[in-house]
């Protein structure tokens, strides 16, 4: 059983497209997020749900809009795709922080390529 | 702004070669400094939490150490198996669950 799995794990699109990634965790995690790994391998995090409430949103582009149905799914949405959107994303999920047992769950990534 | 650097970037050794990687972190407040393990084509793996300077931990071949400035990820006696992309991340003190991570060591250990 996966604990984390998100697809698709390929996305090639054109610029101006608009796309999704769903993810979701079935480790029973109040706590969700989304990275983003750039081309170095710099794994920056862009937004973090606990139980559905939005708590983290690093300064990321108005296009990028998360949606969480559930404490269990956490999707992303992207608009008007730009070439500099390419990258590879990851989901993860943990407990909520401050339980020292925090550590993050990762998803096998999304490889989105913007032509 | 807290800040995660890695070193070396890239290390190659031999099977047996032991062998060190560095954190060096400059955070508002050190909450935990994690490791994790990524191979190629997946997701970031746990490996280790530190908490406080002085603290070690330990499993199979790796062992974290942690001062107040970095974090040494010892590997002893290494295997082919090892070789990953070994990323260390930060969290700072109310900062929710938010980690910030170095840009890896690629480790590469040949027979």
């Known amino acids: 059983d996966t604990a984390v799995s998100q697809t698709p794990k390929y996305l090639v699109t054109q610029m101006g497209n608009d796309k999704s990634i769903k993810c979701e965790q079935n480790l029973g995690h109040d706590t969700m997020y989304w990275y983003k790994q750039d081309s170095k391998k710099f794994l920056k995090i862009m937004f973090s749900y606990n139980n559905k409430e939005l708590i983290i949103n690093e300064t990321v582009p108005n296009r990028f809009s998360p949606k969480s149905p559930d404490k269990a799914h956490l999707n992303l949405h992207i608009n008007s795709l730009e070439l500099g959107d390419s990258a590879v994303y990851f989901c993860?999920?943990?407990?909520?922080?401050?339980?020292?047992?925090?550590?993050?769950?990762f998803g096998s990534g999304t490889q989105l390529s913007v032509l | 702004e807290d800040q995660v650097t890695q070193s070396p970037e890239a290390l190659r050794l031999q099977e047996g070669e032991s062998s060190s990687l560095n954190c060096s972190y400059t955070?508002?407040?050190?909450?935990?400094l994690f490791w994790y393990r990524q191979d190629p084509g997946k997701g970031p793996e746990f490996l280790f939490t530190?908490?406080?300077a002085g603290e070690e931990k330990e499993k199979e071949r790796l062992k974290a150490t942690l001062t107040k400035k970095e974090s040494f990820l010892h590997i002893t006696a290494p295997k082919p198996e090892d070789s990953a992309t070994y990323l260390c991340?930060?969290?700072?003190?109310?900062?929710?669950?938010?980690?910030?991570f170095g840009t890896g060591t690629r480790l590469q250990v040949t027979l």
């Open positions: 991340a930060v969290q700072a003190a109310g900062t929710a669950s938010k980690l910030t």
């Open positions: 530190l908490y406080s």
């Open positions: 993860a999920s943990s407990l909520p922080f401050g339980q020292r047992n925090e550590k993050l769950f």
């Open positions: 955070v508002s407040g050190l909450r935990g």
